[in-house]
């Protein structure tokens, strides 16, 4: 199943070094004016191109759009969006064909869909199909947007560096002190040593992976809908769709488990006439429903499972044991790259629990 969403359904299609990858969306209301410069400068945030550190894999990733849109209004229709695979490279992948590589999902992907399946750059399992993500989420955001709320992504941790960010920083300078360096942290500091580490690890032909926060700010009271489309479920279930995703976490998280409840629970008072809470170890939900506080996750991504390592593995067709030494263009820690990807997920899960709930037209 390619597709998340009740209200806000989103469906990607496409492959790694298919023709094209991209996303039909349904659900925008008609009438709704789309930013496509905002889609196309999103989709540049994800792309490789100028990361020192990133694959040197150079797709363009143009959007075209499809149907749905008319003079840049929602038609009320089916919206399709796809950006063309150019920088195609299947030589390597051929090769390997009956050697799986560990780390990916090669091997059950071969028993679920038959050895004739296109797995090239890692196929329908590639970090690649979230090029339809972003451009859905984009969308969502946009309509977010127009009721004051806000996204911001950051990353707070690469291998053994974790950032310091102050527990008062506005959305707008986590953005823009994220923005200023190539791995997406807010913390100029720790963000050159990330980049330190990830250099090591590129020359020694491993990787790394990290962790990525979430902040989103002016959600509305009560958003979410339980038992099982809760504001955790409904983002965890989208998050989980994005490759190298391992763990999610909200509010305080694990670290609620060496707390007592006097500590973890997180006291309201009146800021004048709006409800507030002292601290926000909730990260925003109480219940499943939104708190109105800034609703706030993180995930953990895994060190890039493509390595230049010499690696063990099998022959599938063989039957033996084998040596393999990944080839290709790959990065050596995707976590900068996720993070408008992570912002992008969370308004889609988002976008559906407001339309569903009336929060949004």
Known sequence: MMRFGERYRVTIFGSSHGPEVGVVV????RGTRLDLADVQSELDRRRPVGRRLATRRQEEDQLVVDSGLSDGVADGGSLRAHVANVDVRREPYDRARFTPRPGHADYPARIRYGTDADLSGGGIFSGRMTVGLVIAGTFARQLWRAKGVDFVAFTRSIGSVDARVPPDATLEQLRSASQANEVGCPDPEAAGRMESEIEVARREGDSLGGVIECRVTGLPVGLGEPFFDSVEGSIAHVVFSVPAVKAVEFGTGFGATRLRGSEH????????????????????????????????FRVAVKPTSSIAREQETIDLAAHTSVRLKVTGRHDPCITPRAVPVIEAVAAIALADLGLRGGYLP
């Open 265 to 296: 629970n997180d006291p309201f008072y009146f800021d004048g006439d709006r409800v507030a809470t002292r601290s926000n170890h909730a990260g925003g939900i109480l219940g499943g429903l939104t708190v109105g506080t800034p609703l706030v």
């Open 26 to 29: 349904d659900g925008l209301p």
